[in-house]
């Protein structure tokens, strides 16, 4: 189905709202949501993390999935509708440039779940001795080629799903794989429930360390994963939200994705921390907890191996469909601007975030001396997308929906039924979301000088 002006949309409203629950099911769910839940306390985490979705996450969502349904066309564009100042298409350019960074370096994250998922598959991973994990994720990450390899595979597999289209690459891989990860998640999770550290699980998950609010860190560390997990502020929500096609209404399909997000982060820490404490390991590992500390537990479980290979297959898949959407902000805007067709743009823009990640990729090896800003290239790369890039367009976002915007423009694009809620989105947007975001701004540049 093709609209009058040629351009792409999805198949119907299930297409379109599977297609945004798989980029925001991602890494951030899984490898992320654990470590940072796991860091934080778990439960008083959790309720700040629900609060935040439904106070401000949630409302952004809504802000950037209507303002790419009104606008009809890529991230800059939808920023200089006639009688704005053409300033604002800054905006669009730089979060335009946040996808295209945070996937040069996702990119590789996701290849080493690649890595760990063929080391299951083939067994290889499985007969290590448990003492010897760590020492092999390092030297995994050493490696003057490996990672690199994985990679540019992992890239090359993105590039593919979006060279096919909107419906028949981004749209297909998202029906095909979506019910696939659920019905995985909630299998793990029923597994790991049932090796003996569910109570501990439920309770680290469920009741909450009150001290653990007094501690501003957690309120940040909740907005980060908020905006991250939910992708908001990337330009990806503006770029999907302008494939719909009339008729779909956005409130409750922005609730069901907002919701679903937040589920698959819920079940997927039942799947990791029950194993975790069935085993006596510590869930506030950092970062490593996927790859270093989930090892571990494979390889003390019953049935491990299989565990972690559905458990690998899990994460692939999920930062495929995420990686997809970071990748279409990009060709989307290309697309537009040249006039070339689809795939035309796709090979040299994947291939451009792939050379963009070498320094992430070999970061952790053979450049293991490069420093950017005191850290190692991949931390780096995250710190700028993530803490800085992300933000601002953020903030840039909702003040353009909330503010540049006619009022009257904006409530109708949002298509809330309801006044009250309409006024309290509105409001949500001006005033609540770029204050909340603003705040983890200056905070995150001060915790970081
Ligand atoms: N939300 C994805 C995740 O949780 C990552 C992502 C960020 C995807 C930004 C798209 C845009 O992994």
């Known amino acids: 189905m093709e609209p009058h002006d040629g351009r792409e949309q999805w198949g119907n409203r299930a297409g379109f709202m599977l297609a945004t629950l798989a980029s925001a099911v991602g890494l951030g769910n899984i490898w992320r949501f654990s470590y940072v839940a796991g860091e934080n306390g778990g439960a008083a985490f959790l309720l700040v993390y629900v609060l935040c979705v439904l106070a401000i996450g949630l409302p952004a969502m809504l802000a950037e999935l209507a303002l790419g349904a009104r606008a009809r066309t890529d991230v800059v564009a939808a920023f200089a509708p006639a009688g704005v100042s053409r300033a604002w298409r800054a905006a669009g350019a730089l979060a335009a440039l946040a996808s295209f960074l945070i996937l040069s370096y996702y990119s590789v994250v996701a290849g080493w779940a690649c890595r760990y998922f063929t080391g299951?598959?083939?067994?290889?991973?499985?007969r290590l001795p448990r003492e010897t994990l760590a020492a092999d994720f390092a030297a995994f990450l050493a490696d003057p080629t490996k990672p690199l390899i994985w990679h540019v595979a992992f890239m090359a597999a993105t590039g593919t799903v979006v060279a096919a289209g909107v419906q028949?690459?981004?749209?297909?891989?998202?029906?095909?794989?979506?019910?696939?990860?659920?019905?995985?998640?909630?299998?793990?999770?029923?597994?790991?429930?049932?090796?003996?550290?569910?109570?501990?699980?439920?309770?680290?998950?469920?009741?909450?360390?009150?001290?653990?609010?007094?501690?501003?860190?957690?309120?940040?560390?909740?907005?980060?994963?908020?905006?991250?997990?939910?992708?908001?502020?990337?330009?990806?929500?503006?770029?999907?939200?302008?494939?719909?096609?009339?008729?779909?209404?956005?409130?409750?399909?922005?609730?069901?994705i907002a919701a679903g997000d937040t589920a698959f982060a819920l079940i997927a820490g039942l799947a990791i921390f029950p194993a975790v404490f069935a085993f006596g390991l510590d869930p506030a590992q950092g970062p490593a907890l996927a790859f270093e500390t989930l090892p571990q537990v494979f390889a003390l479980m019953p049935g491990g191996r299989w565990f972690a290979v559905a458990f690998f297959f899990l994460l692939v898949t999920a930062a495929l469909t995420s990686a997809v959407s970071l990748l279409e902000v990009p060709v989307?805007?290309?697309?537009?601007?040249?006039?070339?067709?689809?795939?035309?743009?796709?090979?040299?823009?994947?291939?451009?975030?792939?050379?963009?990640?070498?320094?992430?990729?070999?970061?952790?090896?053979?450049?293991?001396?490069?420093?950017?800003?005191g850290r190692a290239p991949l931390e780096a790369m995250d710190h700028i997308a993530a803490d800085l890039l992300l933000p601002v367009a953020a903030i840039a976002l909702v003040a353009f929906v909330g503010w540049a915007l006619p009022r009257q423009e904006t409530l109708a694009a949002a298509d809330i039924r309801s006044a009250g809620l309409a006024r309290a989105w509105h409001g949500a947007v001006r005033y609540l979301a770029p204050l909340a975001i603003a705040l983890m701004l200056v905070a995150n540049a001060v915790a970081s000088s």
């Open 120 to 126: 299951y598959l083939d067994g290889s991973l499985a």
């Open 168 to 256: 028949r690459g981004i749209e297909r891989a998202a029906r095909l794989l979506m019910p696939l990860l659920a019905a995985l998640v909630l299998l793990l999770a029923g597994y790991a429930l049932s090796l003996g550290g569910a109570a501990k699980a439920f309770a680290f998950l469920l009741v909450p360390d009150w001290s653990r609010l007094a501690d501003p860190g957690l309120y940040l560390a909740a907005i980060g994963q908020v905006f991250f997990s939910l992708g908001i502020g990337m330009g990806v929500l503006v770029t999907y939200g302008s494939y719909v096609g009339s008729g779909v209404r956005l409130p409750g399909a922005a609730a069901v």
């Open 332 to 373: 989307a805007y290309a697309m537009r601007r040249s006039g070339r067709s689809r795939l035309a743009v796709t090979v040299p823009l994947a291939l451009a975030a792939a050379l963009a990640g070498i320094p992430a990729a070999l970061g952790t090896g053979v450049w293991r001396d490069i420093k950017l800003l």
